[in-house]
């Protein structure tokens, strides 16, 4: 490995299975310390063994990152434990899906408690950290990579509450981006396809190859995050790219599309033609995924 992140210190949420895993893995074989973030103790103990078995430093913690106090204590961990925090990538989540009809208020309120807000939280409590280091005249080199998905660029049947937490965190990403830059912070978001727990639903037909390239393998989309972690992106920030299998792209965010200006207030019935205008001179948006 070339060292790309050689004693950056790393927080990785949700790195007991997975993507998570495969973060938290990667990151260490490019020399980095790993804080092992998951809620499934065995889960995090196993990551942080098979990271020093291959003579890395790694620490597990079970902090609820969705919960204010658990994620500063996710952060203080970093600072306890390796003495500085460089590197944070927001991976946490999991899945209730249903159709809107039968979508319940608390399956609502726990996708988006653990996505959203479990973004929200621990990038708080860096920011807050990285601010006093940057006042302090120890300007940091840190980065943060958050965790969208395609369901949150373009919507996703039967995922309206995932689809909306997606959604806000790539929307945070561009807020953070914006703010946290002269602290010396970038902010970035990945929204990845690979095959974990979560989705294995979605991938079931995909079948593992016997030998060769397996596109749908979680490992594909962690050298993107390493690269971003490390200090040779310090010029990207406020992007969103899309990973999956061999395949990097950039999302293209919303925009300001065709304009139509009367210069005055609408009456409501001259707006039919208006709206059918700028309909026709704009380009069809992509199709919310699962719409045959």
Not at 39 to 48: I, N, Q
Not at 69 to 87: C, E, I, M, N, Q
Not at 120 to 127: D, I, T
């Amino acid at each position: 490995m070339s060292g790309l992140c050689q004693d950056r210190v790393v927080v990785v949420t949700g790195a007991g299975r997975g993507i998570g895993r495969a973060h938290a893995l990667a990151f260490a074989a490019e020399g980095a310390p790993v804080v092992v973030n998951d809620v499934d103790a065995d889960a995090t103990a196993e990551v942080v063994a098979e990271i020093e078995a291959l003579g890395g430093k790694a620490v597990a913690t079970t902090d609820d990152i969705a919960d204010w106090a658990g994620a500063k204590s996710l952060v203080d961990t970093a600072l306890t434990h390796f003495g500085r925090l460089d590197v944070l990538v927001n991976n946490a989540g999991f899945v209730r899906d249903r159709m809107l009809v039968n979508l319940g208020e608390d399956e609502w309120d726990a996708v988006v408690r653990v996505h959203l807000k479990g973004h929200f939280a621990p990038l708080r409590h860096a920011a807050e950290h990285w601010r006093a280091e940057a006042k302090a005249g120890r300007a940091p080199r840190a980065r943060v990579i958050n965790t969208s998905s395609g369901a949150g660029l373009l919507g996703s049947v039967g995922q309206g509450n995932y689809s909306a937490a997606k959604a806000g965190i790539a929307g945070l990403t561009v807020v953070a981006a914006a703010e946290l830059a002269r602290y010396g912070v970038t902010v970035n978001a990945i929204a990845p396809a690979a095959r974990t727990r979560m989705t294995e639903a979605v991938f079931a037909s995909m079948a593992r190859p016997d030998d060769g390239f397996d596109a749908m393998a979680p490992e594909n989309v962690s050298p993107l995050v390493v690269w971003l972690g490390s200090e040779e992106s310090a010029q990207v920030t406020g992007r969103v790219f899309e990973v999956e299998g061999g395949k990097v792209s950039l999302a293209q965010a919303w925009r300001h599309g065709p304009v139509v200006d009367k210069g005055a207030r609408w009456d409501p019935a001259e707006l039919g033609p208006v709206v059918k205008d700028l309909l026709e001179r704009a380009p069809e948006p992509e199709p919310v995924y699962g719409v045959s």
